[in-house]
């Protein structure tokens, strides 16, 4: 096996430069998921890029399956010479919004050895890594097959890797986010959207003994605040931390002489490890209860679930995880470190499928935010890393 890795060569100059040319491509295919912003692009477009590149390939089966209109998944396999173990690779296309940075967000550019753009680190790297990796491999097929997932709305719903793994598997998968070279994440957390709602009654505002729903709600918040500091952060996982909160949006009422009849917030909770959204629903429950005894003996208030996405911990890895260490090594001089984080991804559906996952990528930062960016240098280092695992893993 030593053999297979130590036979893959760097990327030359040329790679190089090929690879930062794809990268500044993908990072200019508005790719936003309209589950954010009703009436975005999606993955269209940047899946019959991709599509066309890797069809191009010589050996490369490609697929474009649409799981809604509009919205396809890609995937490219690699054909093994022999019977070796077949890997996955699971890549989102789909990006968050640029509403802040609408100018120059599609517009790739340097900053030294960083390229700055929308969805540049998350997920477009990955993206054009997990090209070059299948051009390589194409070029030379290793024992096993290789599967190159582009998936669709992994910032959403995930319909694109839920709707994967009805008929896919494989024998491991390595779904690839920017948590930076020299890592491999082995668990993070889950989370909930909700949507907190509390009806009152529309009254004139002259009205002193109104149900106020934004009286009530206020405490609510400041309840949801206390399970963040008095339960969430007490018990904080030591690999993935304290499970997350924040409150996202309000809408309600009329006008300003009219107490609100219904007001809606909405908000997020994590689930480490060991837990589920249950566990988060009861407390938030108990919290109402408590406010309806304590202050406000007719409060009508409603926990809706929007989304609920299982914790990640990785299961029957090892062998990829070893693999994907050892080639770390190789390339960087050091091995992985197996860590666990407070974010949530598609490993959890793939895991979830019984297909052993683990995750990696290149370093970036800003994530989802104004001027993202990705070391280009890493996202080499990514191709070379992968390609060695799978020759290592694929046997």
């Not at 319909?159 to 598997?169: A, C, D, Q």
Request: hydrophobic fraction near 45%; proline fraction near 6%; charge should be negative.
């Amino acid at each position: 096996m030593t053999q297979h890795t130590d036979a893959v060569a760097p990327l030359s100059p040329a790679e190089h430069a090929e690879l930062e040319a794809l990268l500044c491509q993908l990072v200019a295919i508005n790719s936003i998921n309209p589950w954010i912003i009703p009436g975005a692009p999606a993955e269209g477009e940047i899946a019959a890029f991709v599509a066309e590149r890797l069809a191009a390939l010589p050996g490369v089966a490609v697929n474009v399956e649409e799981v809604a209109p509009g919205r396809p998944n890609v995937l490219a396999r690699v054909a093994g010479t022999a019977t070796g173990r077949h890997l996955a690779l699971n890549v989102h296309t789909d990006t968050v919004d640029c509403a802040s940075w609408p100018e120059t967000a599609l517009r790739p550019r340097r900053d030294g050895e960083n390229l700055i753009g929308l969805g540049v680190a998350d997920n477009k790297a990955q993206c054009a890594a997990l090209i070059a990796l299948v051009r390589r491999l194409a070029a030379n097929p290793p024992a096993g097959d290789v599967t190159a997932i582009f998936a669709a709305d992994e910032e959403g719903p995930s319909i694109g890797s839920r709707e994967l793994v009805k008929t896919f598997t494989a024998d491991a998968c390595i779904v690839l986010e920017p948590f930076g070279i020299g890592q491999a994440c082995v668990l993070h957390q889950g989370f909930g959207s909700l949507e907190l709602v509390v009806r009152g009654a529309a009254a004139h505002g002259l009205v002193d003994d109104a149900p106020d729903a934004g009286v009530q709600l206020a405490e609510l918040v400041l309840g949801l605040a206390a399970i963040d500091r008095e339960i969430l952060a007490p018990r904080a996982h030591p690999r993935t931390g304290k499970a997350f909160f924040h409150t996202a949006w309000l809408r309600g009422g009329t006008d300003y002489g009219t107490y609100p009849a219904e007001l809606t917030l909405g908000f997020e909770m994590g689930t480490n490890p060991g837990e589920t959204l249950a566990d988060r629903l009861r407390e938030i429950e108990a919290m109402i209860a408590a406010v309806r005894v304590r202050s406000h003996p007719t409060l009508d208030a409603e926990v809706l679930v929007k989304l609920e996405n299982d914790p990640f911990t990785a299961v029957g890895h090892e062998t990829l995880l070893e693999t994907f260490s050892d080639a770390t090594n190789v390339v960087t001089g050091a091995p992985a470190e197996a860590i666990g984080v407070n974010t949530w991804t598609d490993a959890a559906i793939m895991q979830g499928a019984g297909i052993p996952t683990i995750m990696c990528g290149a370093t970036g930062g800003g994530f989802h935010g104004i001027d993202e960016w990705v070391s280009v240098p890493s996202v080499a280092q990514l191709v070379e890393i992968l390609e060695r695992c799978a020759r290592r893993f694929c046997v």
